[in-house]
Structure formats: C-alpha cells, structure tokens
C-alpha cells in the first residue's frame, strides 16, 4: 500500500511541519486518532487482541446492512476506547455510491482531553 504525504500537514498519527515529522501524542488531536484508528480497524484484525475492531465483514459490508445495529454497534464500541467518556453525536451514512461500499462517518464525542468537535471519517 502506497501513501502520499506532502510536506505540510497530518497523516495517520504524524504531523509534517517545516521538514520535520512529529508524532500526536497527547490531547484531542490524539483522541481524534485513537477514534479514526478504531472505526478502521476490523474485528479479529488484531493478532493480540482479535476481539478488537468492528465487524466489517460480519456486520457492516454486506448485502443488506441495519444501519440502526451498526450504529448502536459503533456507539458501544467507542465507549470502549481508553479516554472516551461520551459519544455526543454519532451519523454514520452509506455512501451514495453502491460499488464503493464505504461508510462516512460524523462524531462528536466528548473524552478525558475535551470534546473533539465534529469530524467525518470515511472507511
């Protein structure tokens, strides 16, 4: 898998300033990422925690998905991320598109660092 990083900006977890690559390791912008890092991760995906991640396959990308189970799914399994104390808003949303089987997602959630303010994820 190839990824693109420019010179300036943020990446799964690192941020590129002036030519240097600093890793987020301490508030909200680390919450973000532990949250975004979470949704992305497939159930059984972990070797040393295989009951970690969502049931993508099981559950969630398949023909004829309840987007009220996944919801309340995801609702519990952000409770479970370390410094998460309240999910405030949780819009997961199919994309209009059929072939491209992804999901965007918006949340607020409020955790031990302060409230994330709503952010989209897409997976």
Do not use: C
Request: hydrophobic share 40%; net charge neutral.
């Amino acid at each position: 898998m190839d990824y693109a990083i420019t010179s300036s900006g943020s990446f799964y977890g690192l941020t590129i300033s002036g030519g240097k690559v600093t890793e987020v390791t301490d508030g909200i912008a680390e919450m973000k990422q532990r949250i975004i890092m979470a949704i992305k991760t497939h159930l059984g995906e972990r070797m040393l925690n295989t009951l970690d991640g969502l049931p993508w396959t099981e559950e969630i990308l398949i023909k004829n998905p309840k987007l009220d189970q996944i919801t309340s799914r995801a609702r519990a399994y952000l409770m479970s991320i370390e410094g998460v104390t309240r999910v405030i808003e949780l819009k997961i949303v199919f994309d209009p598109d059929p072939t491209l089987r992804k999901l965007n997602w918006t949340l607020n959630v409020e955790t031990t660092s302060g409230i994330t303010g709503p952010f989209n994820v897409t997976s």
